[in-house]
């Protein structure tokens, strides 16, 4: 288990387990660098946390989508050394974007254990309302690039009115600007023939999201924080 306060408390056994791999391949990963040490505990006995467990998710999503271990090893390099589990978790999301999307279906204990946790019926049926899962006979339809983010909207403290209502507020934005930037990429494409379209889309779906999620995070922070201080300006003094 892991604590609140984020302190490594996961077995190598236990992270493996909630990464959906086996323990070598976590081994092998600290052996190439990959995976930060664990913290020696007694006994000698290597603790994980969710830092090790968001990496760890990172790398398996990497690795699905086709790169390398040298191109992953590059990769991982080039991020920021103190980057927290959320923001790990920010990048795997960006990487799983870059997939086409993907919809497989389990049953309740792959669901569970895909999820990282246990799941009350009232946890899938707000997975079910944002569109992450679908009742599926005796199992479910998923989602596999959402799943992750919406297990962890799970215990975002807001009510499911509001969620579904942001969801709906980037669902509008995000259609507008992927429709103004298909009208500007149109009249570079024209004379193209389809293979080369196909070439620019892939090209360009990285780079895009990686500017709007950028984008997104700065103006985010810019307004919370405009809030707080205005909250903090009329509030006693």
Known sequence: MTTDTGKP???????AARAGVTVRTVRFYSTKGLLPPP???????????REHLARLELIEELQHQGMTLA????YL???????SPHDLAIHRAVVA???????????????????????????????????VVQPD????????????????????????????AARNVLVEHARLA????????????????AQDVKSLSAHMHPIVVQALLTTF??????????WVEGAEAGGPS
């Open 77 to 83: 390099r080039q991020l920021p050394p103190d980057l």
């Open 9 to 15: 408390t996961l077995t190598v056994d236990e992270l």
């Open 39 to 49: 913290v020696i505990g007694r006994r000698r006995v290597g603790h994980y946390g």
């Open 71 to 74: 191109a992953i090893e590059r």
């Open 137 to 164: 006979g005796d199992g479910f339809r998923l989602d596999a690039g959402l799943l992750r983010l919406g297990v962890r909207l799970l215990d975002v403290p807001l009510s499911q009115g509001s969620i579904m």
């Open 97 to 131: 974007s870059w997939a086409p999307d993907t919809v497989e279906t389990a049953d309740r204990a792959e669901l569970e254990r895909r999820s990282g946790r246990s799941l009350a019926d009232a946890d899938i049926e707000r997975l079910a309302a944002m569109g």
């Open 217 to 226: 995070q700065r103006s985010l922070r810019e307004e919370l924080s405009g």
């Open 178 to 193: 992927a429709h103004e930037l298909a009208e500007l990429f149109r009249g570079e494409v024209s004379e193209r023939d």
